[in-house]
C-alpha cells in the first residue's frame, strides 16, 4: 500500500455494541495488510492479518475484518465490545515497490462505555 | 513465541545528551525496524536493517543514526537530544521469508528536557 487511511481518530462505543474501525488503502500491487492492536504504555500486537488468501480473516480476541478489492478497504469488526477492547488501533500495509516495509495508518483509540 | 525487547520502558535526558535506544529479538530475524510513535501521526519509520552492519534511511532519519553489529541487537542513536525527539520509540523485527508481519518491542518513552 502506498498510504494507509484510518477513518475517524477515536471511536468510542457502548460495551456489547458493535465495533467497526475503517481502513482504506490504495496499492497497486497485491496488498498484505493488518490490524494491530496497541494497549496503554505497550508496544504493538497484531490482531491479525490479510495475505491473499481468505478475503475475510479472523483474529485474535474475536476481531475479524474484511478484504474487499472494490472498496480498497480492510475494516475491522467484532459483534460485542467489551472494556478490555479499550485500545489503540492500527492499520498497516505492505508499501509498494520491492521493499519488506509496511506503512501505518495514524491509529484509532477505541474507547468502550460501560 | 518471538520476543524483542527494549533497554528501557521511561527514559528522561538533557537537551544534548547522547542517547542509546537498544533492541534486542531472540527470532533470528534478518530485519529490524526503529519507529517513532507521535499522537496523530501513527508510526514512522526511522530507520530499517535488512542485516549485519545494513541500513536504510526511512522515513524521518534525521537527528538519528543505527548500530547493528550483531544480527539480534538493532540500536538507535541520538547524537544530539533535543526536544522535538521527545516520544514513543518502538522498535520491530520480521523474518526476510516472512510475509511481512512485524513483531514489536514494549516501546521506550523517551522525554528530553
Known amino acids: 500500500a502506498q498510504s494507509v487511511t484510518q477513518l475517524g481518530s477515536h471511536v468510542s462505543v457502548s460495551e456489547g455494541a458493535l465495533v467497526l474501525l475503517r481502513c482504506n488503502y490504495s496499492?497497486?500491487?497485491?496488498?498484505?495488510l493488518f490490524w494491530y492492536v496497541q494497549y496503554p504504555n505497550q508496544g504493538l500486537q497484531l490482531l491479525l492479518k490479510y495475505t491473499s488468501a481468505a478475503t475475510l480473516v479472523k483474529g485474535i480476541n474475536g476481531f475479524e475484518a474484511e478484504f474487499k478489492k472494490s472498496e480498497t478497504s480492510f475494516h475491522l469488526t467484532k459483534p460485542s465490545a467489551h472494556m478490555s477492547d479499550a485500545a489503540e488501533y492500527f492499520c498497516a500495509g505492505r508499501r509498494g515497490g520491492a521493499t519488506n516495509k509496511l506503512i501505518f495508518g495514524t491509529g484509532t483509540l477505541l474507547a468502550v462505555q460501560p | 513465541d518471538v520476543k524483542v525487547t527494549q533497554s528501557s520502558r521511561y527514559l528522561v535526558k538533557r537537551t544534548g545528551e547522547k542517547v542509546f535506544l537498544e533492541c534486542v529479538q531472540d527470532m533470528d530475524h534478518e530485519n529490524m525496524f526503529w519507529y517513532r510513535q507521535d499522537p496523530g501521526l501513527g508510526l514512522r519509520l526511522i530507520y530499517f536493517?535488512?542485516?549485519?552492519?545494513?541500513?536504510e534511511k526511512g522515513d524521518i532519519p534525521e537527528g538519528y543514526s543505527v548500530s547493528r553489529e550483531k544480527k539480534e541487537r538493532f540500536s538507535l542513536i541520538l547524537e544530539s537530544a533535543s526536544t522535538n525527539q521527545t516520544s514513543m520509540y518502538l522498535c520491530a523485527s520480521r523474518s526476510r521469508d516472512g510475509n511481512y508481519e512485524q513483531y514489536f518491542g514494549p516501546g521506550t518513552r523517551l522525554t528530553v528536557t
Open positions: 496499492s497497486s500491487v497485491p496488498p498484505y
Open positions: 536493517s535488512y542485516d549485519v552492519k545494513m541500513k
